[in-house]
């Protein structure tokens, strides 16, 4: 009673295989798949960039514009000049978040430990703040920090052009990292090392302090 079901169950499958095989033959117009290849696209396109003396404006332009950016970097957004004075302390303290384990596992630091950068690499010299542009700021600069190490890092200005007239090292806070991580609204800034915290002063400059030098 069972294997007459099963039967012709296997017998409409065998039927319906052989139908859906049949060849019905061509319907229409048949064009082969014909692709550009893009290797050749691209190899073509920059033999006529070549050839028509893009590559070499296009080649002069990224340098003109890369030369532009390094003697003149992007100012950073949003300093002004200090209007008032401002002192706060900045704990560089961090909090480790986890285990840090030496490569044989031995745990060296563990997490929750509270470090001090200060404690094994001081703040050996003063951080300085300015506006390269601002005359009255590089005068102030180099009355108080002439003589001294101290780091004066522009926030806006031409940093070559100065290290050539001045015979000095400038410095340029790119894209504002060091101002945003303490906090610097304006300038001239100084950031100096007292005990295990950093004390940043921002002070508008003194009258007799805007002589040019």
């Not at 190899?43 to 070499?56: F, I, P």
């Amino acid at each position: 009673m069972r294997t007459l079901p099963l039967c012709a169950t296997a017998l409409a499958l065998l039927i319906a295989t052989q139908a859906s095989a049949r060849d019905y033959g061509q319907q229409g117009a048949v064009w082969p798949v014909v692709e550009p290849d893009l290797l050749q696209q691209i190899h073509a396109r920059l033999q006529h960039l070549e050839a028509s003396g893009e590559t070499a404006r296009l080649n002069e332009e990224l340098k003109r514009r890369t030369i532009a950016r390094v003697n003149r970097p992007e100012p950073v957004a949003g300093i002004t000049a200090a209007s008032e004075a401002r002192i706060w302390r900045f704990d560089p303290t961090i909090t480790v978040e986890r285990d840090i384990a030496d490569d044989k596992g031995r745990v060296i630091m563990a997490a929750g430990t509270r470090v001090n950068p200060l404690d094994t690499v001081p703040l050996r010299a003063p951080l300085v703040f300015l506006d390269g542009d601002d005359p009255a700021q590089l005068a102030w600069a180099a009355q108080r920090y002439g003589t001294s190490r101290a780091k004066l890092i522009l926030v806006r200005g031409a940093p070559l052009e100065l290290m050539k007239a001045r015979q000095r090292r400038f410095y340029f806070d790119q894209g504002g990292k060091l101002v945003k991580h303490f906090g610097i609204r304006a300038v001239p800034a100084a950031v100096e090392q007292q005990g295990r915290v950093l004390v940043i002063t921002e002070a508008p400059i003194k009258p007799q302090e805007r002589s040019p030098s």
